[in-house]
């Protein structure tokens, strides 16, 4: 099973802008997709954005047009740059990775451990 690590949580104001990476311990199998979740407190995890194999990208109504998704493959990696936060984007975020389409649950077969973001007002 791959393993993943995020890193470049913090805590920014209203406004501010953030990237998260995600490293996979490996080349995640032909095919997989992968993409970022997030779970704010007392609610459920929710998918915001995804990159297929082939580079196609699909975001949350949420998050489109000030969240973006990149990958390389070179490195096992796959970043979220995140700009215009508001306070509602807090709250832990979480790399997948699956087989297909990583904003549907069940396709996913990897979780990172978390990245925990703040915004401040």
């Known amino acids: 099973q791959v393993q993943l690590v995020e890193s470049g949580g913090g805590s920014v104001p209203v406004g501010g802008s953030l990237t998260l990476s995600c490293v996979a311990s490996r080349q995640p199998p032909y095919g997989s997709c992968m993409g970022w979740w997030r779970q704010a407190p007392g609610k459920e995890r929710e998918g915001i954005a995804e990159?297929?194999?082939?580079?196609?990208?699909n975001y949350a109504g949420s998050v489109e047009g000030r969240f973006s998704i990149f990958k390389d493959d070179a490195k096992n990696a796959v970043f979220l740059k995140m700009d215009s936060l508001e306070p509602d984007d807090a709250g832990t975020y979480y790399c997948?990775?699956?087989?297909?389409?990583?904003?549907?649950?069940?396709?996913?077969?990897?979780w990172g451990g978390g990245a925990q973001v703040t915004v401040s007002s």
């Open positions: 997948a990775s699956g087989g297909g389409r990583c904003l549907r649950l069940g396709a996913i077969r990897s």
């Open positions: 990159i297929t194999y082939d580079g196609h990208r």
